[in-house]
């Protein structure tokens, strides 16, 4: 069975953004084509990409973050940005393995890993700026990343 989906997305990232997806349920996977049109109409991107069904999830999962009202925690918290949401959104696809998330009580989302050793790694995408926490090989660290790092720190932490 296939399903296809067209939505399109205006974000401070890009201007215009059309995805169509393609999931084939047998396999478990699916084909997403992203088509970026910038400002200049000049700079087109195309690829075609595979994604796991974790990353659909994860779609759903910051679909959800976007509904949340004041209060949503029970402790008065106030709704996720949504520009943060669109941060994390458009760093998904460029993440090789599809990372736990959740919203917390200080207007951020983290993206969690924890491999069986109990090595963590954790980027909590706040309004101005990432903070990457990790206890890795016994040795804990937390420091301010740029956004583009957050991919290469993951292959980091599944490479060892």
Known sequence: ????????????????????KIVDSQQGYGAIIIISHTSDS??????????????????ETLNAIRQFEKNWNGYGAEPIPDHI???????????????????????????????????YLEFEFFEDKIIMYR???GVEEEREI???????NVLQFYAE
């Not at 069975?1 to 169509?20: F, G, H």
């Not at 740029?146 to 290469?152: A, I, L, N, S």
Request: charged share 30%; hydrophobic share 25%.
């Open 135 to 137: 206890e890795w090989n």
């Open 1 to 20: 069975m296939k399903m296809l989906e067209l939505t399109q997305t205006n974000t401070p990232y890009t201007e215009s953004i059309q995805k169509r």
């Open 85 to 119: 949401i669109e941060k994390v959104r458009t760093i998904l696809p460029d993440i090789e393995k599809q990372p736990d998330i959740f919203p917390t009580g200080r207007k951020s989302i983290q993206l969690e890993y924890e491999k069986p050793n109990n090595d």
């Open 146 to 152: 740029d956004f583009g790092d957050v991919p290469e």
């Open 42 to 59: 000049t700079a087109n991107l195309f690829s075609r990409k595979r994604f796991p069904p974790k990353y659909y999830q994860n779609l």
